[in-house]
């Protein structure tokens, strides 16, 4: 009987070790068929049963290794396939296994694996607050590999705060790593990142795709063709979009289209539609773009993937403009307003949350400093205790206070420096904000004026109608070149002054007939007085092109504005037409000479007529110049 029960146990131990080694190898192949599969997903059904039965077998036997990396090509998966709930959950139960094990290296990755799921859902703040905990966690252990991914990670995220030359410095910053660990395959994505910037942070467009080249060579080298090689292809036919070299674009996006499609990533189609309909759209093909745009719209809310939804908002508003259906333009245009105001809503908050991550990692960096450098400095006090004489010590401990005394102030005045920097930044960002707030509400008014003038009848209405729409188009204009240039107080008014004029050459439909020229130097003025200058033009150039060359005639318009002392400014508008005609009773309501004068009064200035050889009208005004 005792036999018996030793051969017994014998034979269930032999079982129970031959079955746990038979799992074992049949989780290892699993994980190996899941490593080559997942960057290429052909099979999404036989990746995600081969996903959960590694997780069966790794807890089965408490193989956490395994689990973990189970776990982290579940994320890549559902981020892959749009199905971010669960990409979320995953990473979360990855980063509890880390936490357990104390694994900083391995939590940090995870960390940019989150990362990359918080830039689906567009929420830029939360993702510069990751970035910034797994870079703690890599300096922390010195892993240069992802200190580097971490560079690269927030040279993306530069592009989406639009602060192009500074993402330009952190991806470099990041290849100058990763081309001496001869990574590869993060080189290429580091690559792409800088070409990202590098589009528009750069009038060199040649850099740009040089360095996307890279990337699309370095990715064939590894001999994949898999999403990350379709981003840099994609990103390519953008620089190609941007050289005005469009057959090539278009090839780009195609191939994206095709491969998206064959491998059922219905999300990478969105870049591919879009970017083909802007396009067309900037080729004046209107009717070609819209159903790509579309289709991109679609796809961007069935799959939650809203980053760019904006953008092609404001694509799909244009299209329906230039079809004059101004009905839907106008909807489309309330949908890209509301949409843009939550894209600049999580930049401006991602910004603050940066800020807010950089100063708490430096606030305990210097803490570390200093708690390293107090060490220090008593290990070397008290070997001068021991070899001079108290006298020394008493020196030396006077010439520690000093350091640190200076140490610190040298530190609060970084501080202060860092706030006052972050905080002038905030500011230029809002303050460009509500001028291009601004702009798109006048746009708005516009387009209402355009849909309630396409209704009337009356012609002398609907010349009104175009005279406001005028007024209002010039107010916009100043407001969007201060939200686009680089000084927020003042326009440069030769530019101005050409943007206004082809405006209001395409309302009269008169570019072939008439000409308008701007002869003066380049001029900045503040915004209260380049506005009234503004509205003065518009509505001299509105009365020459209605009365000055009746029949259609031809002729030209000169416009110039200088500035001969602080105080003195002199503007003259000047056209070649028929002049005024001695007898006729003056044409329209009244209503612009009125204007016209109220704003002279209101620069404190003067008004001079000169009606020989077509009709000449000089202003002098006294203002300052533009700070």
Not at 99 to 108: C, F, G, M, P, T
Not at 134 to 139: C, G, I, N, Q, R
Not at 605 to 618: A, W
Request: glycine fraction near 4%; charge should be negative; charged fraction near 25%.
């Amino acid at each position: 009987m005792k036999h018996s029960l030793t051969t017994a146990f014998l034979l269930f131990f032999t079982t129970f070790i031959h079955a746990q080694n038979s799992d074992k190898v049949t989780l290892d192949s699993l994980l190996i068929w899941l490593d080559s599969h997942i960057k290429i997903p052909s099979d999404s059904t036989a990746i995600a049963n081969n996903s959960y039965r590694a997780i069966s077998l790794s807890k089965q036997i408490k193989n956490q290794d395994a689990l973990a990396k189970t776990y982290g090509y579940l994320v890549t998966y559902h981020k892959d396939y749009s199905k971010l709930d669960s990409a979320f959950y995953y990473v979360e139960k990855l980063r509890d296994i880390h936490l357990e094990h104390k694994n900083d290296d391995q939590l940090a990755f995870t960390y940019l694996k989150w990362k990359d799921l918080l830039m689906v859902k567009a929420d830029y703040a939360e993702a510069t607050q990751t970035v910034y905990k797994a870079l703690d966690l890599f300096e922390k252990t010195n892993n240069q590999k992802g200190i580097a991914e971490c560079y690269t990670a927030i040279g993306d995220l530069k592009y989406y705060e639009r602060s192009y030359a500074e993402g330009v410095r952190w991806a470099d910053k990041a290849i100058a790593i990763l081309e001496r660990l001869d990574a590869k395959e993060e080189l290429a994505n580091a690559y792409r990142i800088k070409a990202n910037d590098q589009l528009f942070s750069t009038t060199d467009l040649e850099q740009a795709l040089a360095s996307i080249n890279k990337s699309i060579d370095l990715y064939a080298e590894l001999g994949e063709y898999g999403i990350p090689m379709m981003a840099s292809i994609n990103w390519r036919g953008n620089i190609y979009k941007y050289m005005d070299r469009y057959d090539e674009a278009i090839a780009d996006y195609e191939a994206n289209f095709d491969n998206s499609t064959k491998m059922g990533l219905e999300r990478y189609l969105i870049p591919s539609l879009g970017n083909i309909g802007h396009v067309y759209l900037l080729q004046g093909k209107y009717k070609e773009a819209l159903p790509y745009n579309l289709q991109a719209i679609d796809i961007m809310k069935k799959t939650g993937r809203e980053r760019n939804l904006w953008e092609n908002y404001m694509h799909v508003s244009n299209i329906y403009e230039s079809l004059q259906d101004y009905k839907l333009a106008l909807f489309y245009h309330h949908l890209y307003a509301q949409a843009f105001e939550e894209f600049k809503d999580n930049t401006i908050h991602g910004l603050e949350t940066e800020a807010q991550a950089k100063y708490e990692t430096g606030q305990k960096n210097a803490t570390i400093y200093f708690q390293d450098e107090k060490i220090a400095q008593q290990q070397r006090a008290k070997a001068l205790y021991i070899v001079l004489a108290s006298l020394l010590a008493i020196i030396v401990f006077g010439l520690f206070y000093y350091y640190k005394k200076r140490q610190h102030k040298n530190n609060e005045l970084s501080l202060l420096n860092l706030k006052l920097d972050t905080k002038n930044k905030q500011n230029e960002l809002l303050l460009k904000e509500i001028h291009h707030r601004v702009k798109n509400n006048l746009e708005l008014v516009k387009s209402l004026l355009a849909l309630q003038s396409a209704q009337l009848e009356d012609s002398a209405t609907k010349d009104a109608m175009m005279a406001s729409q005028n007024r209002v188009q010039s107010m916009g204009i100043i407001h969007q070149k201060l939200y686009q240039g680089e000084n927020l107080g003042s326009i440069e008014m030769k530019d101005y002054f050409l943007n206004l004029g082809e405006g209001i050459l395409d309302t009269f439909d008169a570019d072939a007939k008439v000409k308008i020229e701007c002869a003066m130097d380049n001029l900045e003025l503040d915004v209260d007085t380049a506005v009234p200058i503004g509205l003065i033009v518009n509505e001299l150039l509105t009365n020459a092109l209605k009365y000055a060359f009746p029949k259609d005639g031809r002729g030209n318009i000169l416009i110039s504005l200088s500035q001969s002392t602080p105080e003195l400014l002199t503007l003259r508008v000047a056209d070649n037409g028929v002049g005024k005609v001695v007898g006729m009773a003056p044409r329209g309501t009244g209503f612009g000479s009125q204007l016209i004068q109220l704003l002279t009064q209101q620069l404190d200035g003067k008004m001079m007529e000169d009606h020989e050889n077509g009709t000449s009208i000089l202003f002098q005004f006294k203002t300052k110049p533009a700070a």
